[in-house]
């Protein structure tokens, strides 16, 4: 059986060779020597239709006038091309305050979960061999187990008595929900770095503070980034917990503003798809910058070993 | 073998030099200082729910003023409830009609995007997409699709069942919700079985083209064998997800027509506004055991490679 980062680093590799585009010498992937398969592109472009789909609708909606959107077919493109569904879905839903506290919301988990994660990743791998660290990297892990139905009761009524119901409380629960997925990558990644690495800037004379925060924490940048995004997704998405976390609903996060406006868009479709493309947008624009760590990041979390 | 201890996750460090002799060696404070933030917040936001749910499940507590001990009583109602029973019923079934359809897909796509294919990337982009939306506007943007869209075409093609909205059909909403989470789920099934993929040789496929199988006889008899383990995380996984259904349901029917589609995690909350409070927290314990025996059988089934 070999290591743990060794395969993990296998899977990153594996997924970086596909970046590659078409397969070329050395790759023992085509089973076809004579070339491509254009039958096999061809039917996965026709899938692509699917997630293709959904999306054009979305956007095609959103820029109709609220006549074309009821009246016509949700495949037809916008004509007249107008942007009044955007202008009456940023006042309607106060576009502005609920994009901020989504953005204050996913910052602070991506920020907290990193910070958490990566100090509590250090100290349990350097210290092993000492009960304490290695039952806490257990009880850490072991919240992946818990999915958030079982524990929501309890929990709306803890950040009620805690004045957290709010964003902040929030963003310490999608903190303690990333948690256990962000440990278990930190402390696989840090048994990779080499110890000469450390010992020698400890001949130097750095405290473990200083070793930890210029030494380690910068070499853990790639896991931080996968460990971020991940955060960022689950953080910037969710429906559920905001929504029976936070009381107040003119501080919701965007997902919830669309199922409180929900009733309110009625049969103004290019209002809601609007609404829904603003929603979704920042998402997607954040993916686009980041595939690579995306799919390198599902794989190392699912894939251990 | 390292998988004695179960798991690489469970397999100690190895041992560091500086390990060995000194190992009683002092725990420098400031280590302390790094883990404890995180173990108290845990704590407080995780563990102390968990135990609070479990002990209120005793109770007949409202969620707020005076309670009292009842003992098994809440456990012995829900036993008999036909709304819980219903959203187990449900939840069960959709998780396990969902698990197969976004694996067999998942799993198709895989291949065909390990295939010597153009547009490798570009196409592999567009499938991961699914993933970085949010379940309930996607759930919303097919709301609508499957309330007006789908209807025009069933009409117009003269398909009695698909002229009316699924969603308001009692016998088939259900199709919706597995559809819609299948759109999301699909990626992130899918992205595992590329890794499976990528990690056969190819000189097997070359052994078999020389003995004369076929395509089909390749990738059910040499493919598949070699990728089983991946299918094991991908069920599992996909599995214990699917049970947690609340966000899609919630954009889709919102357990509707009637509570024909009510998911246990809709059903539990409900114990937040309806008064039955403890009641929901017995409701929320039993799903957390069922949660907790699926995790066993994953650790079991996967010797603990699959993390999530």
């Known amino acids: 059986m070999s290591t743990q980062p060794a395969l993990v680093s296998e899977n990153v590799q594996a997924i970086e ?14 089973r076809r020597i004579g070339g491509d398969s254009w039958t096999t592109t061809f039917l996965l472009a026709l899938c692509s239709l699917t997630v293709l789909i959904p999306l054009y609708v979305t956007i095609a909606m959103a820029f109709k006038t609220t006549e074309q959107a009821v009246e016509g077919s949700a495949f037809s493109l916008p004509a007249p091309f107008s942007i009044d569904g955007f202008r009456e879905a940023w006042s309607l839903t106060d ?11 996913t910052a602070g988990t991506v920020f907290g979960t990193i910070i958490l994660a990566a100090f509590a990743s250090y100290a349990i791998s350097r210290n092993w061999e000492r009960r304490l660290f290695r039952y806490s990297f257990f009880y850490l892990l072991a919240a992946m187990f818990i999915p958030f139905p079982v524990l929501a009761l309890a929990q709306i009524r803890l950040t009620g008595l805690a004045g957290l119901d709010n964003p902040a409380g929030v963003t310490l629960l999608h903190i303690m929900f990333q948690l256990s997925f962000s440990v278990l990558l930190f402390t696989a990644f840090l048994r990779s770095i080499p110890m000469e690495l450390e010992e020698s800037a400890r001949i130097d004379g750095a405290s473990t503070w200083q070793t930890f925060w210029h030494l380690i924490f910068p070499l853990l940048a790639p896991m931080s980034a996968t460990v971020g995004i991940f955060a960022f997704l689950a953080s910037w998405n969710d429906f559920m917990m905001p929504s029976l976390i936070t009381s107040d609903p003119s501080l919701q996060t965007l997902p919830v503003v669309q199922s409180i406006f929900q009733t309110q868009f009625s049969n103004n479709y290019n209002v809601s798809f609007a609404s829904y493309l603003m929603a979704m947008a920042p998402a997607i624009i954040v993916y686009i910058f980041t595939q690579r760590w995306v799919m390198a990041g599902v794989t190392q979390g699912a894939v251990k070993g | 073998m390292a998988t004695t201890t179960a798991t690489p996750v469970t397999t100690p460090h190895a041992p560091r030099p500086e390990a060995g002799p000194r190992k009683r060696r002092k725990v420098e404070p400031i280590y302390y200082l790094f883990l404890l933030p995180a173990l108290v917040l845990f704590s407080l936001a995780i563990t102390l729910p968990a135990v609070m749910g479990i002990f209120y499940s005793f109770t007949n507590s409202i969620g ?11 456990y012995q109602a829900m036993f008999s409830d036909p709304a819980i029973l219903q959203s187990y019923l449900f939840t069960f079934g959709f998780a396990a009609v969902t698990v197969v359809v976004v694996n067999v897909v998942a799993f198709l796509l ?13 196409l592999r982009a567009i499938f991961v997409i699914p993933m970085v939306i949010s379940g309930i506007i996607i759930a919303y943007v097919f709301n609508y699709l499957f309330s007006n869209s789908v209807p025009a075409a069933g009409s117009s093609l003269g398909i009695s069942w698909l002229s009316e909205s699924l969603l308001a059909n009692p016998d088939l909403a259900w199709v919706a919700i597995v559809v819609v989470t299948a759109w999301q789920a699909i990626p992130g099934t899918l992205l595992i079985y590329i890794a499976g993929l990528l990690s056969i040789p190819g000189d097997v496929y070359e052994a078999a083209d020389l003995d004369g199988a076929s395509k089909l006889q390749a990738l059910l008899r040499i493919t598949l064998p070699l990728v089983a383990g991946y299918v094991v995380i991908n069920v599992i996984l996909g599995f214990k997800n699917f049970l947690n259904a609340y966000d899609i349901i919630v954009g889709l029917t919102n357990g509707g027509p009637g509570t024909e589609t009510r998911s246990i995690a809709m059903t539990i909350v409900t114990g937040f506004t309806g008064g ?33």
């Open chain 2, 110 to 122: 895989a291949v065909g995007l390990t295939a010597r294919i153009r547009f490798k990337s570009g």
């Open chain 2, 64 to 74: 707020f003023g005076e309670w009292e001990f009842v003992g098994l009583i809440n």
């Open chain 1, 95 to 105: 576009f502005p305050r609920a994009f901020t506290i989504s953005l204050l919301v």
């Open chain 2, 276 to 308: 039955d409070y403890a009641y929901q927290m017995a409701n929320a314990t039993v799903f957390f055991l069922i949660t907790i025996v699926i995790s066993l059988v994953q650790l079991r089934a996967t010797r603990g490679r699959s993390a999530l």
């Open chain 1, 17 to 30: 060779n596909l970046e590659g585009g078409p397969a070329r010498g050395g790759s023992f992937r085509g």
